[in-house]
Nanobody, 111 residues
């Protein structure tokens, strides 16, 4: 299986971005999908996850109320809508399913 992230970039504080994670090579709809992030010099942290059907989601306290995870199983894609971005959200964002990881997409929040 393969996961490919996209949608990262440079945004000002308070701005928004939507990340996408496109899956191929496995039965996407059968698995939880997780978004992680890793900032320079810090450990990788779990940001959010979504159940196989999309009916259950969970968020890190640091992003709760600002980020929304969703999925479209018909398109084999998971999204992470990020609003009210802060400089501390700067990191490489990865999606994950079981042992499969994407290559990551850089998000930089800076004025």
């Amino acid at each position: 299986g393969q996961l490919v992230e996209s949608g990262g970039g440079l945004v000002q504080p308070g701005g928004s971005l939507r990340l996408s994670c496109a899956a191929s090579g496995f039965t996407f709809s059968g698995y939880f999908i997780r978004w992680y992030r890793q900032a320079p010099g810090k450990e990788r942290e779990l940001v959010a996850f979504i159940s196989s059907s999309g009916g259950s989601t969970n968020y890190a306290d640091s992003v709760k109320g600002r980020f929304t995870i969703s999925r479209d199983n018909a398109k084999n894609t998971v999204y992470l809508q990020m609003n009210s971005l802060k400089p501390e959200d700067t990191a490489v964002y990865y999606c994950n399913s079981r042992a499969v990881w994407g290559q990551g997409t850089q998000v930089t929040v800076s004025s």
